[in-house]
């Protein structure tokens, strides 16, 4: 609480607005600092998502970082609160450069650096330090404005910045991502923290600034605001270098959709990436063999109806519809820039043989759960091709409840497979996709597919960018009831990679790592982690 009997310099008359005009000039600020500084936590948490994975994590690190941070902000304000305005004015300027600044630096430390974390923390607690110096100088100011009940100022204070709050909140997902991007958006955020701060001081509190200290504000404002401006001027040149850094000097094509970034490099069958929020999803010079591995062994049996959840770059599709007997292939994928990408991109529409192409195939844009709950087809073959399991997004579509829907949708004698991630690298994750596959109600067939076995090369783990020597990929095969052998239809057409004679190796190779007793992961209690 501010202590009332603190002399307050001059007086309501020695200010340059009428008490009331004063008041809400204060208030106004407080809401738009209050909308500023939520952006800034949101930019830090959907960046960090994005760069580092696991976003339960990022945000845990995040909120609880900042908010300790705004306590010993509040508490290193109480020496500033007989100089709140001209301090006030300059922690307001500090924290737009800081704040409008924080996802450029965060972006060029994973391009450059490699490594993003000390430099998440580090703004969470910059950050942090300076939100909190905010409300106590902002008391001292609305109390110098209009001598008020120290209860009451309370009540103003906390009521504009929670409503400033959700307007930065709502705003930041529908207004300033979609139409500025994270980097944009933050500089421009930064620029009306600046310009908002500094206008109240310089304006409403101007008879309390000795002339340095007017000088000095006008001049940090001034450098801050023009350090924001002429970093979004060059923010394009920077995306570009950035992206070089990350994924070479052939990026063709980079979008950030309303879901993810998606980006593809390289024009040739044997040079094509296509990377989804910075992890390799696709490269030309191997993806066969995933997507054989994938999709062959499930299409052993009637397969006339083929369901695919994710796969929108159209590789699993092209190999399903190398089956002349298959009459419909539905694709689900979250995001239709995908899908639409690799209709329209050459290089990608190559890859995939055209599959968007051919009239069996339809492709639905919509997350794959609540499609699976809303629709009443049924399915001889479901093949889940999705993002990896240790993604937190992507964590209801590995629960047990995910695999139960999909039981519901599968014909009599039906097959699903799912990528389950690595045996290798990620053992605990693998099992326990397998386990949530049982526990949806399905009989499982585990088997793994690597180098050891097929001449697989090595490099890093398509969903995480991990060096893994060998190399490998692993999948559950399941079905309602028992899963027969694992082979081939007599129908299937030639593979490059695994024959009939190496499906009983793979399916070895994944019991020999098997873990017993791993629980499944439900959406009460997801238990997919980074490992």
């Known amino acids: 609480m501010i202590d009332q009997q603190m002399p307050l310099r001059g007086g309501a008359t020695s200010l340059s607005v009428r008490p009331r005009t004063g008041r809400f000039l204060v208030l106004t600020v407080v809401f738009i600092c209050a909308a500023c500084g939520l952006v800034y936590e949101l930019e830090l948490v959907a960046l960090a998502s994005y760069l580092i994975g696991d976003s339960v994590t990022q945000a845990s690190v995040v909120l609880s970082v900042m908010v300790f941070a705004m306590g010993i902000g509040s508490l290193l304000a109480k020496r500033l609160r007989g100089r709140a305005a001209v301090g006030f004015g300059l922690i307001e300027a500090a924290l737009a450069l800081v704040g409008g600044t924080s996802a450029l630096i965060l972006y060029a430390s ?31 100011l609305i109390q110098r404005v209009d001598r008020q009940d120290a209860g009451g100022a309370v009540a103003d204070l906390f009521a504009a910045d929670y409503v400033g709050a959700l307007v930065g909140g709502l705003a930041f997902p529908f207004l300033l991502l979609p139409m500025m991007g994270q980097l944009t958006g933050a500089l421009f955020t930064g620029a009306v923290n600046a310009a908002a701060g500094g206008a109240l001081v310089l304006w409403v509190f101007r008879r309390d600034l000795c002339r340095r200290s007017r000088w000095l504000l006008i001049g940090v404002n001034a450098l801050v605001i023009a350090l924001l401006a002429t970093a979004s001027v060059l923010v394009d040149d920077f995306e570009r270098a950035a992206r070089r850094a990350v994924y070479g000097d052939e990026v063709r094509v980079a979008v950030q959709t309303d879901v993810q970034e998606v980006v593809l490099t390289g024009a040739g069958r044997r040079s094509l990436d296509l990377y989804l929020d910075g992890r390799l999803r696709v490269s030309s010079r191997d993806e066969y063999r995933y997507h054989e591995a994938l999709v062959h062994p499930a299409m052993k049996g009637a397969h006339r109806r083929v369901l695919i959840l994710g796969g929108g770059d159209g590789l699993a599709a092209r ?19 995908v899908t639409r990408l690799a209709r329209t991109d050459p290089a990608l529409s190559g890859l995939n043989g055209q599959a968007y192409e051919d009239p069996r195939l339809t492709a639905v844009a919509e997350d794959a759960f609540t ?9 001889d073959v479901v093949i889940s091709d999705l993002p990896d399991p240790g993604i937190t997004a992507s964590t209801k579509l590995y629960a047990a409840e995910f695999y139960g829907l999909i039981a519901g949708a599968l014909e009599p004698g039906g097959r699903l497979v799912v990528h389950a991630g690595s045996p290798g690298s990620r053992p605990t994750t693998f099992w326990t996709v397998e386990a949530s596959v049982r526990a949806g109600g399905l009989v499982t067939r585990p088997y793994r597919v690597d180098g050891r076995l097929t001449g697989f090369e090595t490099g890093p783990d398509r969903a995480t960018g991990r060096a893994d020597s060998p190399r490998d990929w692993g999948f559950v095969l399941a079905a309602g009831q028992a899963v027969g052998r694992l082979g081939m239809d007599p129908g299937a057409p030639a593979l490059r990679t695994l024959g009939e004679g190496d499906l009983l190796a793979v399916r070895r190779s994944a019991e020999r790592v098997r873990q017993h007793g791993v629980p499944p992961s439900t959406l009460i209690h997801p238990r997919y982690w980074e490992e």
């Open 371 to 379: 499609w699976l709950r809303a629709t009443r087809d049924h399915y």
């Open 110 to 140: 994973f391009a450059w650096l490699g490594e993003s974390r000390h430099a998440l923390v580090g703004f969470s607690l910059a950050i942090g330090i300076l939100i909190g110096a905010e409300i106590p100088l902002l008391m001292t």
């Open 319 to 337: 190999e399903v519809l190398r089956y002349p007997d298959v009459t419909s292939v539905v694709v689900v994928e979250l995001d239709p820039a």
